[in-house]
């Protein structure tokens, strides 16, 4: 099992940038898929991005590629969410989400944080 914690969250400019950080307990971060989503007021909760095991992959939904990036550190059991040109339609909670396998995907993730809200002003 593992426990995971985001921070990094804020009001911020339209065209402003923020990172988000979600720490990990356990030693065996470097098992687990990870994952950002958002939920918005009124609307479903969405994949944002993810990153494999070995951080050697990447996936996004549509609407951040080429303003957001995700890493990771496996020896700080952190994963990163660098989000730049922020937009108001970003304002959302953030969640961080661990997967245990392989498959980089945007479903089926077993693990999530308490969430850390991004608000982007107009």
């Known amino acids: 099992q593992v426990q995971l914690a985001e921070s990094g969250g804020g009001l911020v400019q339209t065209g402003g940038s923020l990172r988000l950080s979600c720490a990990a307990s356990?030693?065996?971060?470097?098992?687990?898929?990870m994952g950002w989503f958002r939920q918005a007021p009124g609307k479903e909760r969405e994949f944002v991005a993810g990153?494999?095991?070995?951080?050697?992959?990447?996936a996004f939904t549509d609407s951040v590629k080429g303003r957001f990036t995700i890493s990771r550190d496996n020896a700080k059991n952190t994963v990163y969410l660098q989000m730049n040109s922020l937009k108001p339609e970003d304002t959302a909670v953030y969640y961080c989400?661990?997967?245990?396998?392989?498959?980089?995907?945007?479903?089926?993730?077993?693990?999530w944080g308490q969430g850390t809200q991004v608000t982007v002003s107009s």
């Open positions: 989400a661990a997967r245990l396998g392989t498959a980089l995907v945007r479903i089926d993730y077993n693990y």
């Open positions: 990153i494999s095991r070995g951080g050697g992959s990447t």
């Open positions: 356990g030693r065996t971060f470097s098992s687990y898929v």
